[in-house]
Nanobody
Framework: QVQLVESGGGSVQAGGSLRLSCAASGYTYSSNCMGWFRQAPGKERETVATIYGSFDSTYYADSVKGRFTISRDIAKNTLYLQMNSLKPEDTAMYYC????????????????WGQGTQVTVSS
């Protein structure tokens, strides 16, 4: 079993920055894919960014490329998402996720979810 606890969400004006963190515990595999997903009211949960492999390969949704950066500290069992140049359309609940797979890029690849942290971007 894997437990994921997110932190770092909040309210920010457009153009601002936030850094999300996700503390992982339990039976985690450092070689397994982890990522960030988000869900806005009335919309389906979507992939934001994922990280996988020994060399920390990454995947980003087109909507966040160049603005968001995913990273992880394996020694601390912590996943991060640095979000810059935030836009109102980035407003959503952000979820940390852990996969049972080596690589992941979609919600059906995910085995464990955190409880979510709210990000609100005002114009």
């Amino acid at each position: 079993q894997v437990q994921l606890v997110e932190s770092g969400g909040g309210s920010v004006q457009a153009g601002g920055s936030l850094r999300l963190s996700c503390a992982a515990s339990g039976y985690t595999y450092s070689s397994n894919c982890m990522g960030w997903f988000r869900q806005a009211p009335g919309k389906e949960r979507e992939t934001v960014a994922t990280i996988y492999g020994s060399f920390d390969s990454t995947y980003y949704a087109d909507s966040v490329k160049g603005r968001f950066t995913i990273s992880r500290d394996i020694a601390k069992n912590t996943l991060y998402l640095q979000m810059n140049s935030l836009k109102p359309e980035d407003t959503a609940m952000y979820y940390c996720a852990h996969s049972s797979l080596y690589r992941c890029s979609a919600t059906h690849h995910i085995a464990y979810w955190g409880q979510g942290t709210q990000v609100t971007v005002s114009s």
